[in-house]
């Protein structure tokens, strides 16, 4: 027993040694590390790529911990209970067949691996049990609390049950001590709670958790600790294979965001001095589902929530482009990009944007893009088109000037024409052509006035965004029919998520320049800004229909006048005044 108790103190101090010769696995230099640290830390937050093994090295510490230590109750908690459950398997199909003394530590009998109940039990009393995350799981206790993939877990569970099973503490009965040596004993074992995760957002608790876990780990006084591994360890380490991770870059929908979250270890977010900053925009993201077209729409036949609407009393759309035709290496900054508005009224006589369908397009000719915009405009019931007319954006107004047929489906689309324009009125030579599209000819100033509407927007909450993709994935496979579609059909169906991802990274990354009292806004090299001007021009007109609206709808209107009444045509041709940012006051 003497030599027992002077080999448990050992192993204690060095677990790592301890997993080489008990549980027979060699452990990387990393994972020795990490291992003791587990050991040492109360908090311990372990940011890594996919393909370390966080899941593997949680299952080898909670198995060296419940051995070293006996009576300790191990408590697993993840977004989902499957993953949880997967630190179990690790140690049913991995480290048993190892370790023949592992298997003479496991109570057999009493150790279940199943959906509503998984634990495994060891002979010297100790537990590894797996909990659900949320409030059925109060009333559990535990020495160490494993928490896969926390980021998936709301931080109000965490704080409010889960942290909770921690009130419990680990006393061996030693028969031989008094009460003032069982107390210090007492006080010399800590609890553990262990955060394991991918990246994530930098506007998510996941992010302020390791950033709290730094300040506290620099301090001597604490027991905390922090860490993040991207995937170049993995592949140095041999647990990844770099072929895989070309494969994965060389995808179609390679996302960079995705990339620098799930592999690069990396909190996604902008940098310091940016003129738009990621809280303020990313916290906007509150639209569950986003309008899609009936030709998307369709492949879940039994969903109403992503199909498009009729409109609501009050409610406006706009449907804004702005345009590109050249795709390339050498031009891989050219992109079409297209914003649906919904502009909602609220009770203070304002509009909301709600931004519910995003579409991005390279490489097409005027005409296809003229045909893609007239079917949206026409789909979403739009009341206006908002276009960038100079340069290439001209060829396609002019398209949109004339009726143009669908070849594909034989409609023949009438003429539109300029609202707020009238030189670009006068390109359209049909007559009685709608007038819905809102000509922009940008210029310095009217560009930096879009740029600080945009910010001002997003600021006080007036522009919503679909929400983030992820998140999205656990909404769309609610709806009957999503699980039988193919790969290829549900990423057209997660795009405008996507796409809104997509707008948030070049936000954050525009670069800027203020002279003058204006801002000039431009694209970091090899960067794009297709889809920040398409918003900005979108939510100018925006504002520019909220102040028409409001005077017409305003409090100090009489209720006679509240009642619009179409006026008669009159023949002829009425000329606007040039506003001072270039354009002109539109016809409503």
Same mark, same amino acid.
């Given at each position: ?141 535990? +020495? ?59 506007? +998510? ?125 050498? +031009? ?257």
């Amino acid at each position: 027993m003497e030599g027992a108790a002077y080999w448990g103190a050992f192993y204690r101090n060095n677990p790592d040694k301890f997993v080489e010769d008990y549980l027979h696995i060699k452990l990387k230099r990393f994972q020795k590390i990490l291992i003791v640290m587990m050991f040492w830390c109360t908090t311990f937050v372990l940011i890594a790529c996919r393909g370390l093994g966080k899941t593997y090295l949680s299952a080898i510490y909670c198995v060296t911990r419940c051995i070293l230590y006996p009576g300790t109750k191990v408590c697993i908690a993840s977004g989902r209970r499957s993953q949880a459950i997967n630190v179990l398997e690790k140690v049913i199909l991995e480290l048993k067949p190892l370790s023949p003394e592992l298997c003479a530590e496991i109570d057999e009998k009493q150790t279940k691996i199943n959906a509503t109940n998984a634990q495994l039990v060891f002979n010297n009393t100790s537990v590894i049990k797996v909990v659900t995350a949320s409030d059925s799981a109060r009333g559990n206790r535990c +020495h160490v609390l494993l928490l896969d993939e926390y980021r998936l877990i709301s931080k109000d569970t965490i704080d409010t049950v889960l942290r909770k099973f921690l009130t419990l503490r680990r006393m061996p009965r030693y028969e031989e001590l008094t009460d003032e040596q069982r107390k210090a004993e007492y006080a010399k074992e800590k609890n553990l709670t262990m955060y394991l995760s991918s990246a994530y957002f930098k506007d +998510h608790w996941s992010y302020t958790k390791c950033v709290d876990t730094l300040r506290a780990m620099v301090d001597p006084s604490r027991h905390q600790f922090v860490c993040g591994f991207p995937y170049q360890l993995s592949i140095s380490e041999g647990l990844l294979d770099p072929e895989t991770v070309a494969d994965e870059m060389s995808e179609s929908d390679y996302s960079d965001i995705k990339f620098s979250m799930e592999m690069c270890a990396e909190f996604y977010g902008s940098a310091d001095g940016a003129f738009f900053e990621f809280d303020s925009v990313s916290k906007n993201r509150k639209i569950k589902y986003p309008m899609l077209p009936d030709r998307l729409s369709s492949k879940l036949a039994g969903s109403q929530q992503l199909r498009i609407p009729p409109k609501q009393n009050g409610e406006k759309r706009l449907l804004s482009a702005d345009i590109a035709l050249m795709t390339s290496k050498k +031009h891989n900054n050219d992109a079409t990009a297209i914003f649906v508005n919904q502009l909602m009224p609220t009770k203070a006589g304002r509009y909301t944007s709600n931004i519910v369908y995003a579409e991005s397009c390279e490489g097409l000719r005027t005409e296809d893009q003229a045909l893609i915009i007239r079917r949206l405009y026409e789909e979403f019931n739009c009341d206006y088109i908002v276009l960038d007319t100079n340069g290439i954006g001209l060829g396609v107004y002019d398209c949109l000037a004339r009726d143009i047929v669908d070849q594909d489906t034989g409609d023949v689309y009438p003429a539109l024409s300029c609202c707020n324009n009238t030189e670009m009125a006068m390109r359209c030579t049909t007559p009685g052509a709608n007038k819905v599209i809102w000509s922009i000819k940008a210029s310095a100033q009217f560009n930096s006035d879009c740029a600080f509407m945009l910010r001002e927007g997003f600021r006080s909450g007036r522009i919503r965004l679909l929400m983030n993709e992820y998140d999205a994935e656990e909404l769309l496979s609610e709806c009957r029919g999503y699980s039988s579609l193919n790969p290829p059909e549900r990423i057209q169906l997660k795009l405008p998520y996507i796409n809104t991802t997509l707008l948030i990274d070049e936000l954050v990354n525009l670069q800027h320049e203020e002279s003058g009292g204006k801002v000039k806004i431009f694209e970091k090299s090899g960067a794009r800004k297709d889809r920040y001007s398409s918003l900005s021009y979108n939510y100018y007109v925006a504002t520019q229909l909220e102040n028409k609206l409001g005077k017409r709808y305003g409090s100090s209107t009489p209720v006679s006048d509240m009642f619009v009444i179409k006026p008669p045509s009159y023949t002829g041709r009425a000329v606007n005044k040039t506003n001072e940012t270039g354009t002109q006051a539109p016809w409503f």
